[in-house]
């Protein structure tokens, strides 16, 4: 794993091995401005959010500047995975030092990028940068609206804006970034036509640029760009006074299954990962010491009826002028995709799934979805992983469902008021929609072209071509298959959770060689004494109130919600491993206005009964 150190607010590094970033004074190379946001606006910003800014435009850019891999995904491997550590300058140092602010800042990032984080804060020299700096065109007065919405400009973020526009009447401030004027204009032309069509008094745009100054980037994954964004969507919700903003993406993008076997960990991006999103709620209610919501209509639904909104709203029209190409350096006037990367098959497939292809010309692409010649690189690769992740998804049966697609696991549970249970069958049912767009862009294009397609007249390295060909794409099911759905199905019967409580070593044991230690043993520990005297007398299992728990384990109310979640996210594993279906519920119920307490339906058992070795999740 690379190590890297990047040294924040200093014109020059201190050794060979950093790196200096700055965004103000003479060693600045990293821009950050913010636009179109009003005096009043301004006046509602704490300094800990200024904080906050900073530190995202440092590690976005850092993200940029250092790089991992190389770009061919055969050779990914070791180098993927990075060590980051920060020393940044802050204002509120205090804040910044809370390990519970440290840990939602590490985790998220970490689960985010598949990068290895550190940071050390230190206290911001005098005199104070002003917050005025990165407000340079403040405007008076502003519009008061419903929501704060995040836009990109591509098919997903335009679909919610019109939706919540049109179908719900709502009005919106959009916040967009950008690192490329090319992008902007994308943004600032969707936003005018949307005013030209009466919507000028509903909308309003805040466009944010951050990037390096004077460095060329040589990073282009930008795994880190969500963590960016959305600290710059909750800034703008906090200086609006609203109690959090929305997240436009679809869910199968959102969960985004590694297209291919070497396209692992952050190699297959986690921007809008439910559980990256719970993260940043995490971090920003401590952060201003109230709850925040970040909201995502979207996340049930797949590309295709994500699109058919536009339509829907009206909007049909604009749509091609929406952009979903990560790559604008390769744009031109009339060609802003370059139908190579993910992004472009996946909009592409969207399209013309949801019957608007009359409504964005194929020649907009640099290549065109289905028809053109792949043979370039990994372009045919990447299109034909696309579509054998769906067809295999769409052969695989529910119950082999977490089984087949274990990344699936971490984002159940990271639904709000979404049970765990149901989290998967509306999981399972989103992929098998989506897979069947796919086959039915595939057959449809299939049927259209089966004279040249007899005839051999199309490129063979054409994605067409080759899922014609079926020997390219066929998946061979794995030999053991009904021995291994036998095993499963044998395994949710078992919907008794079994634990053993070691007051000696102060941990928490369970099937399927899992331990709790630290602080989650404390949490436990805390409800452990009502549960057994409960079970002893056969009676009910009381509730202990939130401020009761929160007061036994010395912590804030915050926190110990904190806590309490990273103790969910623990027992995650033991839906695969033990087969146990696992909500927010399983182990520690939660009633409002009641508190918690364990689930009276878990069992108790003796430690030398759990067999096996233990991995241990510690959170000290």
């Known amino acids: 794993m690379k190590q890297h150190l990047i ?105 985010l990028s598949d990068d290895s984080y550190a940071f050390d804060f230190r206290q911001t020299e005098t005199p104070v940068q002003p917050k005025e700096l990165y407000f340079q065109d403040l405007i008076d007065p502003a519009n008061e609206h419903d929501r704060v919405a995040l836009f990109s400009g591509g098919v997903d973020s335009f679909a919610g804006a019109v939706t919540d526009l049109v179908a719900k009447g709502q009005s919106l401030t959009l916040v967009g970034h950008y690192s490329s004027t090319k992008v902007r204009s994308v943004q600032e032309g969707l936003i005018a036509d949307l005013k030209r069509k009466g919507f000028d008094r509903h909308l309003s745009y805040v466009p944010v640029w951050v990037s390096n100054e004077g460095v060329q980037a040589r990073e282009f994954t930008q795994r880190t760009r969500s963590f960016l964004f959305a600290c710059l969507g909750f800034v703008v919700a906090e200086m609006s006074g609203k109690d959090g903003f929305s997240f436009y993406e679809n869910g199968v993008v959102s969960i985004n299954l590694p297209l291919a076997g070497d396209v692992v960990g952050g190699r297959a991006t986690r921007t809008t990962h439910p559980k990256v999103l719970r993260g940043f709620e995490d971090l920003f209610s401590l952060l201003v010491e109230r709850r925040i919501q970040i909201r995502t209509p979207l996340q049930w639904l797949t590309k295709k009826e994500v699109t058919e909104k536009i339509a829907a709203a009206g909007m049909a029209d604009l749509l091609s002028q929406t952009v979903s190409c990560t790559r604008p350096r390769k744009w031109t006037e009339s060609q802003k995709h370059c139908g190579v990367c993910s992004q472009c098959i996946d909009r592409r497939f969207g399209i013309l799934a949801a019957g608007l292809g009359e409504h964005e010309a194929s020649d907009r692409y640099m290549l065109d979805l289905l028809l ?153 520990a805390a409800l452990i004494a009502a549960f057994r005297t409960a079970k002893s007398r056969q009676t009910e299992v009381p509730y202990l109130p939130a401020p009761d728990l929160a007061r036994c384990l010395g912590v804030s109310d915050q926190s110990m919600r904190q806590q309490l979640r990273r103790l969910r996210e623990v027992l995650e594993p033991l839906n695969v491993s033990m087969g146990i279906p696992m909500d927010q519920d399983s182990f520690i119920q939660t009633k409002e206005r009641a508190g918690y307490r364990i689930n009276p339906q878990c069992r108790e058992i003796l430690i030398a009964d759990i067999v096996g070795g233990v991995l241990s999740a510690s959170t000290d």
């Open 7 to 111: 040294e924040c607010g200093v014109s020059a590094a201190s050794c060979e091995e950093a790196i200096a970033m700055n965004v103000h004074g003479p060693g600045k190379n990293v821009n950050l401005r913010i636009d179109y946001i009003s005096r009043t606006m301004l006046s509602n910003l704490p300094d800990v959010l200024i904080d906050l800014l900073e530190v995202a435009a440092y590690v976005y850019c850092a993200d940029q500047r250092l790089v991992r891999g190389s770009e061919q995904l055969s050779k990914f491997g070791e180098n993927w995975r990075r060590s980051l550590r920060f020393s940044i300058p802050v204002r509120e140092l205090e804040v910044w030092h809370d390990p519970e602010v440290q840990y939602a800042l590490i985790d998220t990032l970490g689960f």
């Open 372 to 524: 053109d010649d792949r043979s370039g690189r990994d372009d045919l690769r990447m299109a034909l992983a696309y579509v054998s992740l769906f067809k295999k998804i769409s052969a695989t049966p529910k119950e082999r469902f977490l089984v087949d697609f274990p990344e699936i696991v971490s984002a159940i549970g990271h639904f709000p008021g979404v049970p765990t249970s149901e989290a998967g069958d509306l999981l399972f049912a989103l992929f098998q929609r989506h897979a069947k767009s796919v086959e039915e862009v595939i057959l449809s294009a299939v049927r259209e072209h089966s004279a040249a397609l007899f005839r051999n007249d199309l490129p063979a390295a054409s994605l067409l071509a080759a899922c014609y060909n079926r020997g390219h794409i066929e998946i061979a099911p794995p030999s053991n298959y009904d021995a291994d759905a036998k095993a499963f199905m044998d395994r949710l019967s078992t919907s008794v959770l079994e634990f053993a409580f070691d007051d000696d070593k102060k941990r928490v044991h369970f099937r399927g060689d899992l331990a709790l230690e630290g602080a989650n043993f404390k949490l436990i």
